[in-house]
């Protein structure tokens, strides 16, 4: 098991009983980074704007340093457009906040940075639980947050939040 400081990634302060922690997987930020003949291009279009960077190799001293400065970009560019999926933020030292698509916020424990950090979570169309896609059997697949760490179908909620999946708060049903 990691340490939390090795899983934390980038983090600024948000209050002083949070701290805002910017996830390190690529796939939750928006855009997309291309590489071309002798540049990496960031990319993002929507239906309200259309952005585009280009990072040259030569310019930049290497491959490598102009990958580097497209991801910073597409980073620092999400950040400030708010376009992040599951900004997490770490609440009193004891357990985690992520922030989910329509204003929802899960709760889960410090040890679930990992699940956090793998997978895109949000709240889908008819369900209460927060959920992600996998791939199973070649089909795209709703999986609840409860079954992947608890490995169960159902859960009692002891406070009667469906957003809270710590420990304290979970009885899988088996």
């Not at 003949?37 to 259309?50: A, L, P, V």
């Not at 560019?77 to 357990?95: D, S």
Request: hydrophobic residues 35%; proline residues 3%; aromatic residues 14%.
């Amino acid at each position: 098991m990691e340490s939390l400081s090795s899983l934390l990634g980038s983090k600024k302060d948000f209050d002083e009983n949070m701290i805002m922690i910017l996830p390190k997987n690529s796939k939750k930020y928006v855009g997309h980074i291309r590489e071309f003949d002798n540049r990496y291009t960031f990319e993002y279009i929507s239906q309200d704007m259309k952005v585009k960077e280009l990072f040259y190799f030569e310019d930049l001293g290497s491959k490598e340093n102009a990958y580097n400065s497209a991801q910073l970009f597409q980073k620092k560019w999400c950040q400030n457009n708010n376009m992040i999926t599951n900004v997490y933020y770490v609440v009193n030292n004891e357990y985690i906040l992520v922030e989910l698509n329509n204003h929802h916020k899960m709760k889960v424990d410090l040890e679930d940075i990992p699940y956090i950090e793998e997978y895109n979570w949000r709240i889908q169309n008819n369900s209460p639980f927060p959920s992600t896609f996998q791939l199973m059997d070649g089909k795209r697949t709703f999986i609840t947050f409860h079954k992947m760490k608890y490995q169960v179908n159902r859960v009692h909620f002891k406070n009667n939040d469906k957003l809270d999946l710590r420990s304290e708060n979970v009885i899988p049903i088996h």
